[in-house]
């Protein structure tokens, strides 16, 4: 499209009618800002128009504002400038909103003065996970129409709400069916014909029974509990407080100050950086001219858990799928844990009966593997033990058509391996989804040393449908994101064993802004499935005889965790509140005095420290040997599999952010007091720091192909 046509202008019986035509989301560029600049100034000079329509073209409004443009110089005052010539045209100016209304795409409608919304648009103001506030004035107009109170639940909450509760806050006037467009254009001449009058929302008082201080305490301590160490929501606080005792014109000039002082902060350029690193990690050198394969339909190998959960993603992206397990009883077992976990979506008011209806249509189950052989994509969900998997690919490899992906779900096992095992390893791929499978984002994606171009891509593009966020990993043990836990795990089991307690390791992590502590999340996964991996793999791991001793001890006295209501914590029966308890602090200490392990004092520093920095370090390792393209694609790794907080950005980002040198400093010093078998810095980290580059100066000097 010719940019220059971004944004129209026409009329329709009176009616002007600016249309927004960006795709794909029509983001509000420069371009955007000066096509809406250029349609007002006609606007400003014409006396027959009776008002104003602003739409969109394509599946939504605008769904929000540049977020490229962070980086430059502020835009703010170009906002202001535009929201008020839109707010103080002389005819009444209507916004119609379809699609996912976000950020600036919202605070545009509010300098409008009526919006109408099409039934299913979602409309929200996420700023806050960004690490920012709304700066286009969302923070003044939004509580002149809804109050303070309001505003702030909506931004605190980052989550956009329904064209429904939109008109139930008041910021939504009227919420219309099909075919939009037209209902749209017949509300705004009907309301014209009632001579409803330009009404600039910025004329509007802000109601102060809904900025009481009793209210802001309560905002203040919410936003404290929901986003820990984070600066932004407090920011937002003070700017929608303002809206009550200051002028549109004043509220907006503090919001412009506050929200430039909020990009420059560490937290805001974290989270903007996972932004667009989620954006890049789908973008792979070498795959310009790979095609992408057609996936009509899905076959799922294994019906527990994780097949379960796999089944019911190429379900919600309309993508029939067979799910095959080798016994009817398994079977069925699996597939009334697909139906419990839809009905569960459907009580709590996240899908309806019919959508649940029509994803289960879509899901089959068989014991047959002549009911899979016209897949496209085959996923083994089987367990992990590799002469079973083996078994399995030569069989699929006999079975599937030409041109069908074989992939499969492992999560440590040598992919390379399981495609030696067939005639086409080309067509051989790891696809390592996150329990729950239906529920988290990341996908890594694993290539073998014969893994086509053709079957990368078709899996990345696979991954959109599906909904998650893809990295491409090489072949090693545990791949990225397993294989940097290996050392944040140990060091947390290795500690327990030196006399801290379950809970000050996991509170520790917590409090630095880890989503769950690791023991805690051994005792939701199972203890005894981390023991599985280390028993089946232990000629991988060094000769330290207390390597995930912790684990074993706790396995060897019948804990497995949340599953029997004991493992590092107890639990009560349909409870997952962890409970101190001394019956598992003997059984680490009995078994740390076999190992021979010293006692030690360990501070909070210590041991976030402990944790953190052996999971970075391997990272820098996974870039040496190329296991990851970019360090950016670790970042997503671990900000959307394992908990990692967003707004410190991914441990890469964040082994920048302390300074490389910092990092190295402390490696070494573990290494003095614990020795070098897993305290040994990485080559690249000590290159970084000697020749004091950063990861991005290191990048930029090597081609990264497949």
Known sequence: MDKSDVVQLHEDDGVAVITIDNPPVNTIDATVRAGLNACIEQLESRDNVRAVLLRCAGKTFCSGADISEFHGPPKEAEYRELFARLENLRVPVVCALHGTVLGGGLELSLACHYRVAATGTRCGLPEVTLGIIPGAGGTQRLPRLIGVEQTLELILSARPVTADQGKTLGFIDAVLDDPFDEAALAWTNDAVASGKPPRPTGANDVDPATATEEILVRLEDLARKRYPNQLAPQTAIRAVSAAAKSPLHEGLLLEDRLVNEAKQTTESRAAVHVFFAERGSRRIPGLENATSRPIAKAAIIGAGTMGGGIAICFANADIPVVVLDISEEALQRGLHVVDATLESRVKRGRMSAGEKAKRMALIEGTTNYDQVKDADIFIEAAVEKMDLKKNIFRRLDKLAKPGAILATNTSTLDIDELGDATQRPADVIGMHFFSPANVMPLLEVIRTRKTSASTIRTVMDLARPLRKTPVLSGVCYGFIGNRMMEGYAREAERMVLEGATPREVDSALESWGMAMGILSVFDLAGVDVGVHIHRNNAS??????????????????????????????????????????????????????????????????????????????????????????????????????????????GPMFYAETIG??????????????????????????????????????WESEREVRL
Request: hydrophobic letters at 35%; glycine letters at 8%; one cysteine or more.
């Open 540 to 649: 991988l791991y060094p000769p330290d005889p207390t390597y995930y001793q912790a684990d074993f001890a706790l396995f060897d006295a019948g804990r497995l965790g949340q599953k029997n209501g004991k493992g590092y914590y107890r639990y009560e029966s349909g409870d997952r509140t962890r409970h101190d308890d001394p019956e598992a602090l003997e059984i680490l200490r009995r078994r740390a005095q076999e190992l021979g392990v010293e006692p030690r004092a360990h501070s909070e520093e210590e041991i976030v420290e402990r944790c953190l920095f052996p999971l970075m370090n391997e990272g820098f390792r996974i870039l040496e040997e190329g296991i990851a393209l970019r360090a950016s694609d670790i970042d997503v790794v671990w900000t959307s599999g394992y908990g990692f907080p967003r707004y410190r950005g």
């Open 660 to 697: 490389l040198d910092r990092l190295l400093d402390g490696m070494r010093k573990y290494r003095e007091i614990f020795g070098p078998m897993h305290w040994e810095p990485a080559t690249l980290l000590v290159q970084l720091v000697e020749q004091e580059k950063t990861l991005s100066e």
